[in-house]
T-cell receptor, first 112, second 113 residues
Framework: ELKVEQNPLFLSMQEGKNYTIYCNYS?????LYWYRQDPGKSLESLFV?????AVKQEGRLMASLDTKARLSTLHITAAVHDLSATYFC????????????FGTGTRLQVTL | SAVISQKPSRDICQRGTSLTIQCQVD?????MFWYRQQPGQSLTLIAT?????????ESGFVIDKFPISRPNLTFSTLTVSNMSPEDSSIYLC??????????FGPGTRLTVT
């Protein structure tokens, strides 16, 4: 069974702090995606990681992929309140024609 | 990137009725997907809709319940048939563009009473 597990499920952090969200997946994966979802909204694409060792950064968010460990991380640097949202990772595994299996999601709350 | 629109944005429907959701993309795409997001949950793939062929359904989803059309490369519909309160969810279409990017529509929030 295909599994994508995220932890933590809920994260409350203070502004200015750093933290990492972890995404473990169970099968050989072609690529790994990160999305952001605000309450009542659709998904906003953040990153797509295509190969082992891939690292992408946008503002205070940095995503990385380790295909050998079947692990992706989303690192948050110096969090600000505007980053409060739910973050999903999703993987597209080999031979499945771009179908995504989503993780459970991590609800991030950044407090002042 | 891709600009995706969905209609309706939300609806409240009675048990036993059907609702057809439309998904329109601003460019031609080969692959379109339909996902369901139940309240407070993650997303689950319902089916893959390719133009010119039958939709491919995931385990737990059947064509009689979720018929899909894909008449051209920019448009698809998903029908939720014979609805029950358990069908209350957000339904999202997504597309894959170049460089393996996948984008999601704004979603259709369905409430079944």
């Amino acid at each position: 069974e295909l599994k994508v597990e995220q932890n933590p499920l809920f994260l409350s952090m203070q502004e200015g702090k750093n933290y990492t969200i972890y995404c473990n997946y169970s099968t050989t994966s072609d690529r790994l995606y990160w999305y952001r979802q605000d309450p009542g909204k659709s998904l906003e694409s953040l990153f797509v990681l295509l190969s082992n060792g891939a690292v992408k950064q946008e503002g205070r968010l940095m995503a990385s992929l380790d295909t050998k460990a079947r692990l992706s991380t989303l690192h948050i640097t110096a969090a600000v309140h505007d980053l409060s949202a739910t973050y999903f990772c999703a993987e597209s595994h080999t031979g499945t024609a771009s179908k995504l299996t989503f993780g459970t999601g991590t609800r991030l709350q950044v407090t002042l | 990137s891709a600009v995706i629109s969905q209609k309706p944005s939300r609806d409240i429907c009675q048990r036993g009725t059907s609702l057809t959701i439309q998904c329109q993309v601003d460019s031609q795409v080969t692959m379109m997907f339909w996902y369901r997001q139940q309240p407070g949950q993650s997303l689950t793939l319902i089916a893959t809709a390719n133009q010119g062929s039958e939709a491919t359904y995931e385990s737990g989803f059947v064509i009689d319940k979720f018929p899909i059309s894909r008449p051209n490369l920019t448009f698809s519909t998903l029908t939720v048939s014979n609805m029950s309160p358990e069908d209350s969810s957000i339904y999202l279409c997504s597309v894959e563009t170049g460089h393996y990017e996948q984008y999601f529509g704004p979603g259709t929030r369905l409430t079944v009473t």
